[in-house]
């Protein structure tokens, strides 16, 4: 079972449109990973951000954390059809080894052109 | 362009058959992970290994599933004897311990367990 939930589970945007993602967890955290999965593919890294750090950008991906709340979003800005993918969140636990990752049940993103 | 191999990419097997699946990790990686996917489970960490030794594999049945890394290029799952649930996507991830966290991922191994 998954740790935490991400939503919507499901969004549909026009082209040119930001998008944005959220993700919820339920114990401290090392840091936060966010992953695309296209249809038949495996998972892409996007973007890591640590438990110290409240924002981080990468070209046109924006995410922010915020441990108080346990929560991180991610930002899609003017999303493009090739951007139509899924979604996940992954955590690793604080106190835990390297590379043991809980991911989330992930979003679908629909972009329209 | 340094990438996770995956065979094979589709496996379609009779309950009760073994079935085993091969991970290369990218090549100076000294961390693998073996992920299974299904609808329901999402995505489920099932062992990983650390310069070859298994680290953690409390994810995986253990009466049915094996994880192996016979050498630093090759990582094996198998699963004997096969069962209907069995039936989901199999991923394998590499990494670099001691720099930055992300994983990547193979182009995963569909499994069919009729």
């Known amino acids: 079972s998954q740790q935490g939930e991400e939503d919507p589970q499901a969004l549909s945007i026009q082209e040119g449109e930001n998008a944005t993602m959220n993700c919820s967890y339920k114990?401290?955290?090392?840091?936060l990973q966010w992953y695309r999965q296209n249809s038949g593919r495996g998972l892409v890294h996007l973007i890591l951000?640590?438990?110290?750090?409240r924002e981080k950008h990468s070209g046109r991906l924006r995410v922010t954390l915020d441990t108080s709340k346990k929560s991180s979003s991610l930002l899609i800005t003017a999303s493009r059809a090739a951007d139509t993918a899924s979604y996940f969140c992954?955590?690793?636990?604080?106190?835990?080894?390297?590379?043991?990752?809980?991911f989330g049940q992930g979003t679908i993103l629909t972009v329209h052109p | 362009d340094a990438r996770v191999t995956q065979t094979p990419r589709h496996k379609v097997t009779e309950m009760g058959q073994e079935v085993t699946m091969r991970c290369q990790p990218i090549l100076g990686h000294n961390t693998v992970f073996w992920y299974r996917q299904t609808m329901m489970q999402g995505l489920e960490l099932l062992a990983y290994f650390r310069n070859r030794a298994p680290l953690d594999d409390s994810g995986m049945p253990k009466d049915r599933f094996s994880a192996e890394m016979p050498d630093a290029t090759l990582a094996t799952l198998k699963i004997q004897p096969s069962e209907p649930r069995d039936s989901a996507v199999y991923f394998c991830a590499s990494g670099k311990s001691g720099g930055e966290e992300t994983q990547y991922f193979g182009p995963g191994t569909r499994l069919l367990v009729l």
């Open positions: 114990t401290s955290i090392n840091n």
């Open positions: 951000i640590r438990s110290n750090e």
């Open positions: 992954a955590r690793r636990a604080g106190g835990t080894s390297y590379g043991k990752l809980t």
